[in-house]
């Protein structure tokens, strides 16, 4: 028996990068990864990869900040699979720019798909693990929240060269 045998874990972003990482690795130890993510078409190519090596996973279509397609996302993969053992909150975007350069819809954009996203998902996520007594959620973080690097917050000062 594998490691994650049958567990199904939502990574959210999970159709490149890093979180397309976490789900090859989540399949490759037995687990049913649920690609969620904005770009539809890059997740069913991420869940194609995935089944070609044996494993199984699904792709929806999920813009984290999208309430209703939160909840159809999370309300499908139970209706496949009857569970939801892990949500990986990952899907995020980064935009460096000093901050007096920095638009503020840059900036609520940027809060609203890492802090709404993480919300959204793990409230809709929740009430299944809480339903089934078990579950874990997993949130994306940055080396960047602990070690300070010139314009990777936009609280970092302006470059000076
Ligand atoms: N790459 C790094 O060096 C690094 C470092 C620290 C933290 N992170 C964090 O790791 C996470 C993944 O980063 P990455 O480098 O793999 O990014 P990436 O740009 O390679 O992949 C992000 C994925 O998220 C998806 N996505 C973007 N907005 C979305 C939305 N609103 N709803 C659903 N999906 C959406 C994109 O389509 C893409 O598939 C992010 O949260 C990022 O902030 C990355």
Known sequence: MSRFDKKVAIVTGAASGIGKEIALRFAAEGGIPVIADLNLEAANATAAEIKAKGSDAF???????DEAAVNK????TMAKYGRIDILVSNAGIQIVKPIVDFDYADWKKLLAIHLDGAFL??????KHMYAAKSGSVIYMGSVHSKEASKLKAPTSPPSTG
């Open 59 to 65: 792709a929806v279509a999920m813009n984290v900040v």
């Open 121 to 126: 998902t793990t409230k809709a996520c929740l």
């Open 73 to 76: 996302g999370v309300e499908d």
